[in-house]
């Protein structure tokens, strides 16, 4: 199973080269099922077309436009592969049996029935099947299922298809230990384990999308993130054991390895602060039955020590930009109710994470990282804490030395600049 | 039942103004299907793309590729509708039900089940669905219907659906006497026979497809073709009977209306002629079975009267000049063993014809036609006739001349010119 993402193909070029990429791995005698994203921009540019006419797209309709993307990509490519002279032949989400559920815009995968997938692999063709979409169970409309939906389809199929492994094709070399667009000495992980590839997702890593890993770690289907601009090894996403076990033995080499594994971060953070509400049961509660009433996903909170003189505290906490003028709005409207005094909106913040499996057996972890970023001059605004994972947020303008100071602090950097190139359509 | 193409939908801005129109109806008390062609280009766009990763797409994966322009436009087409407060739901050809055979490219349609089409109509909701493309009974795939496939879509449905009317929307108000671009007193035809419009069609007029009308003709379906652009009425196509009961009416005031309908001209046409042929039973034969075998559709035929002293004789024939290479091909590999001294390839040549239902009870209408030719300097290269038609060959410098000396001669003109656009993506 391999994952072609959509700045793999964003040109004729780019689907030619993927095309002969596709034909060797046959030709090493594996039989393959490749997922392809849209071509480079067509999914924004199909976007940019549904606003011309219409303010709010339907989203049964918006499905239905948008998976014309992955329509072309993957007919052109099976075009491409048969100019190669081997059989391939191209399928929909609905063709392929991706069943979903009718939440059009991010529908769930309820089902894979892969039997013309299996058909086109047992007589030897190559199957190109379309990311990002399949057909509602019960009103038999196409879906499509949001973010990360192609990495989904890939590991999906993979699973209902009992593959070896889900190559997963994007133009960076693998998962580094940070962004190396803002930390040069930043170095590709061999291994990392489903759990810490979640958090470095959910943290900002950009490289896999959270749906997709969390599929994977259920039915532990290993997932190999490469380029398909070079041959190179890329970054394999496996079960803890098997990162464990591999790690042990290269522990005398690099000794700090094990405890973190990278650094993340997160520009598309806002803060809304609550500002004066009244210190007493419930309050807190109706602020944020408020935000979840208006479906608005928040991250981290943060409680004010209440001062006694006013009796009065502040909340604060973090969702995606793009959620926050709804939970403005959805707080306004509760005001007079809850008694709050005014709100404040930032959305020059961000969010830096440190992700490793060995946090937890490992004391004194989240002290380097702050002393680290008190060293570098960074603030802390916020903090968050999981099993393997430290989050800090961050003025914007921080994000960058705080990303590098952690990654100094444990020791992350290798010591040539690995070559990458970044880019992706987040789909 | 109502059938937009391309030129109709070519931007966002057309897509609102057609939206607008299929509201119009639906306000007006009708329920509305619409079938839609791909925007614009989009369509050209796709094969550019299909060329450019290989040089002979294979024929399913290309119907994959081009059934995206269908899809794209009918998703925007139903935005726009909602927008407009109107409930509207998109198909594709395999959700509406039709069913074709397997020939990828040139699918026929054996079967049409619109039940979902019913469903969404039975709702009061408006049915967009996607024109030119269905699915093969037998190996469950997407097929193009080609060239007219969206008309023929719309007439299908319109007939399975029992419609009223299928009315084929394009930037032309009708069909008219002659091209307007070449004759400028050339008046649109109120009402015109299933079996007219076939001969004007099948002798270059561009407005309807042969198989739409075909279609339309075996089930009896009045097709209105008209301009999306303007309100006015366009022109009827229906039965014979139905024609003559109206125009008998009009005969007073427009004697010569029955006899021609108008003049079509193409210039799509090539002259292949095969000189030196032996002059003796077989040999014409088997020069048309060779092109015959290599899926080359001729149209007229003209053999020369042998000349006695050599027994040698020419052959002539037209054909479309797209397959002209090919036909040119195949005839040369059977040069040897039929005997023929050479072939030679002229595209520099065009039909055109004068197409009429009372032709066949007006005598002399061949003579005024060649007279008319003859008085204007128009040399005849070849002839063909019908119940209801004359063609000729001409040189291609002298059409304009052909088809204003023929238009002239039936008195079809008008003595205002109707203002026309043309355009159109052929599909």
Chains 1, 2 share one sequence.
């Not at 005014?342 to 913040?349: C, E, F, K, N, T």
């Not at 947020?393 to 950097?413: D, K, P, R, S, T």
Request: glycine letters at 8%; charged letters at 25%.
């Amino acid at each position: 199973m391999q994952k072609y993402g959509g700045s793999s193909v964003a040109d004729a070029a780019g689907v030619k080269r993927v095309a002969q990429r596709i034909v060797n791995t046959k030709k090493a005698g594996h039989q393959v099922v490749v997922v392809v994203s849209a071509m480079g921009d067509t999914t924004d540019e199909l976007i940019d077309l549904a606003n011309e006419v219409s303010p709010l797209p339907p989203a049964r309709e918006l499905d239905m436009l948008l998976t014309a993307g992955e329509r072309i990509s993957m007919a052109v490519l099976a075009m491409a592969i048969q100019n190669l002279g081997h059989e391939a032949r191209s399928f929909t989400g609905s063709q392929a049996g991706v069943i979903t559920d009718a939440e059009h815009g991010k529908a769930k995968i309820i089902d894979v029935t892969p039997g013309r997938i299996e058909a086109a692999i047992g007589e030897d063709a190559i199957a190109i099947v379309a990311g990002f979409q399949g057909v509602s169970q019960t009103t038999k409309d196409i879906t499509t299922l949001g973010r990360g939906g192609s990495d989904t389809t890939a590991v999906a199929l993979a699973v209902a298809l009992k593959a070896d492994v889900c190559e997963i094709y994007s133009d960076v070399d693998g998962i580094f230990t940070a962004d190396p667009r803002i930390e040069p000495r930043a170095r590709k992980v061999p291994r990392i384990s489903y759990e810490e590839t979640l958090e470095m997702a959910a943290q900002g890593a950009k490289i896999l999308h959270l749906r997709c890993v969390e599929y994977a770690r259920r039915y532990d289907m290993p997932i190999h993130v490469r380029s398909s601009f070079s041959e190179k090894e890329g970054t394999w996403v496996v079960k803890a054991a098997d990162v464990a076990g591999v790690v042990s033995e290269e522990k005398e080499a690099h000794m700090e390895a094990a405890i973190i594994t990278g650094v993340a971060h997160d520009r598309s953070q806002a803060k809304i602060t609550v500002v004066g509400v009244p210190d007493k049961p419930g309050e807190a509660a109706a602020i944020f039955r408020a935000v979840a009433d208006a479906q608005i996903n928040i991250d981290m909170i943060v409680q004010n020590i209440s001062e006694a003189k006013t009796g009065l505290t502040d909340i604060s906490f973090t969702l995606p930009q793009g959620e926050g003028q709804t939970a403005m709005t959805a707080l306004d409207r509760v005001r007079e109710r809850i008694g709050f005094e005014s709100l404040q909106y930032d959305d020059s913040v961000g969010k830096v994470s440190i992700v490793g499996a060995g946090m937890s057996s490992a004391p004194g972890i989240s002290a380097r990282f702050f002393e680290a970023l008190s060293e570098a001059g960074v603030n802390i605004e916020m903090i968050s804490t999981s099993e393997i994972r430290v989050s800090v947020v961050v003025a914007e303008a921080q994000i960058e030395a705080a990303v590098n100071a952690a990654h100094a602090a444990f020791e992350l950097g290798s010591d040539e600049i690995e070559a990458v190139v970044y880019g992706g359509t987040g789909r």
